[in-house]
Every structure is written in structure tokens, then in C-alpha cells.
């Protein structure tokens, strides 16, 4: 019985049930046909075989509920393992499309990388192009800026030993103007003793011409006046020679003129200070000659003149 092998339900046991039935009665109709009535001890053959009959039925309608039940749970069973199949393909479909979404996403972020990366690289190309001009532009610069300062540098080197010349030069010619104040100072007092014995002179040779006292002490003062005036203007001469001597040391130091208009300077300056120092000794010997006929009188010259003279 192949049949019983075979998945059914409970509507397919009813049916298979019914064929059964009906072949079973067709077999006793059968036997019935071919052998004729049959009668045993206990009653007929066709109950015995009806009673078998019904005894295999039973059983058969048991297995076939119990399996029916087996097909029922397997039937439920499947089922769940459907609903779990359908829920894996929705997940599988899911991560498919989440799948192919990365992808995609992979693909973009790759090909962004991509394009990130060339960018970056042609910046830096661009950067280092630059930065490499403007390093050689310092460099440049540098290199120029190098030769300037050692021009400018020999430039004031040779400004300086010229500087340090002329400084040489100018305290010779200090030395030299220093000892001739002295020299004309030596002189100027020897002319001022000339004068004051001059005055003893006069004063001997004068001495029976006497003025009165009050024109006497009025000359007195104006000698006395006239005597601080020439030695002022003796000490503002000799600030005036040293002004020039400044002026002329600063106008050499500060000019940036050549060679030639620095000594052309430079002697114009001599020359200048020469004629004032001549000017002034010229002055001092007027000044001594012009006082000399005033001082015919003893009375007419103030003791502390005398004094400040001699010292």
C-alpha cells in the first residue's frame, strides 16, 4: 500500500476511505460470484471476512489519523519554516539592497577619494611650485642685499680711514692753532707789560701835568671800562676761533662731498680762520695803541685792572 506513503490530509483519508470500502465490497462480490455461498460453523464466511474487513479499517483509519496529526504538525512546522524562509529572503533582499547601497556608496566615496587625492597632489604641486620661486626670489634678495651692505660696508671703511685722516689732520692743525693762541697770548702780554711800562713812563714824564681829582676819577673808571671791554672782546675772539675750528670739524665729518670740495673746503676754512686770527691781532694791537695816549696818568688806571693784567 504505496498510498499510505503519501502526504495527505483529513479530506484525502475520507476519500481514500470510501475507494477502499468500495473495492473491499467488490472483492466479496467476487469470491460471492465465483464460488458460491460459503457457510462455516460459526455463521458465513462473509461475516468473518467483513469482521477482518472492518478490524483492518479500524486500523487503517487510526494510522491514518495518526499520521494525518504527523502531517498536520509537519504541515505546521512547515509552515514556520516557510514564514522563516519568506522573513530570511525579506532579510537577504535587505541586506542585498543594503549591500548594493554600500556599494554604490563605496564606489562614490572611492571615486571622491580619488578625486580628493588628485586635487591634494596638484595643490601641492602648486605649493611647492611656489614656495620653491619664492625661496629662490629670497635667496636673491639675500645675495643682493649681501653685496649692498659689503659695498656700503668697504664704502664706510674707506669713509672711516678718511674720516680717521682728517681727524689726524684737524688735531695737528688744533696743536698748531693752540700753540699760536698760546704764542699770541705770550705776545698779547708782553705788549700789555710794554704798555704798563709805558704807563710808568708817562706817568714819571707826566707828573707835574696832574688833572683835578674829579676828572681823574672819571678817566680812571672810563680806562678801567675800556680795558674789560678789550679783554672781553679778546675772550670773544678767541670763542669766535674756536667755534670755526668746531664748525669746520663738523662741516668735515658730516658733508659727503668728494675729495676735492673737502679740501678746497678745508682751505677756504684756514684761510677764513687765519684772516680772523690776523683781524683779532690786528684789533688787540689798535685797541693797546689807541689806550696807550690815555694812560699818561697813573690815576687814570683802576688797581684791579692792573692786578687781572698782570696775572
Known sequence: MDFLEAPLTWGGWEVLKGILSDEIGGSIQGRRGSRGPLVTKGGTENSSVQEEL?????????????KDMALQDLNRQLQRVMKELEEGREREARLLRRAEIAEAGE????????????????????VEEASRRRVEE???KLKMVETDACTRCRVLEAQLEET??????????????MHAEEALASRVAELEAEAYSFMATERILCRDGRKPDSVTEVSRHEEGRS????????????????????????TLRVGELNHEEKESSRKSSVQRLLIKQ???QQRGKEVVVQKLPSLTHLDAWPASSLISGLA
Open 107 to 126: 564606489e562614490a566615496l572611492a571615486s571622491q577619494i580619488w578625486h580628493l587625492e588628485g586635487e591634494a597632489h596638484s595643490r601641492i604641486r602648486e
Open 227 to 250: 680795558i674789560e671791554a678789550n679783554r672781553d672782546g679778546n675772550l670773544r675772539g678767541q670763542r669766535d676761533i674756536h667755534r670755526e675750528k668746531n664748525a669746520e670739524t663738523a
Open 164 to 177: 680717521k685722516a682728517m681727524e689726524a689732520a684737524l688735531s695737528k692743525r688744533l696743536q698748531a692753532a
Open 278 to 280: 690776523k683781524q683779532q
Open 138 to 140: 629670497l635667496e636673491m
Open 54 to 66: 472492518a478490524v483492518k479499517l479500524e486500523e487503517m483509519s487510526l494510522m491514518a489519523q495518526a
